[in-house]
């Protein structure tokens, strides 16, 4: 664990890439299409291309809401 991590003041001035746990990442799959999702860490999202969406990610949260996804036709 680094200084930052350990510090709660420091660690929410991060951006949400560093905080989103990377195992968690790789655990999620998209709620459609069961397949694995790829992380975009410009955009803080989490893409499903077979489905055409993208899951944000807040606060180091990825939100798997349909709802809440973006088409990416658009």
Do not use: N, W
Not at 16 to 32: N, Q
Not at 40 to 49: C, K, R, Y
């Amino acid at each position: 664990m680094t200084d930052d991590e350990s510090d709660p003041d420091r660690a929410a001035e991060l951006p949400a890439a560093v905080t989103t746990d990377p195992k968690l990442l790789e655990l999620l799959a998209c709620p459609i299409t069961k397949k694995p999702l790829r992380y975009d860490a410009e955009h803080q999202e989490l893409i499903s291309p077979e489905a055409k969406l993208a899951f944000p990610i807040r606060d180091g949260i990825p939100i798997m809401l349909t709802e809440e996804a973006r088409r990416l036709d658009e």
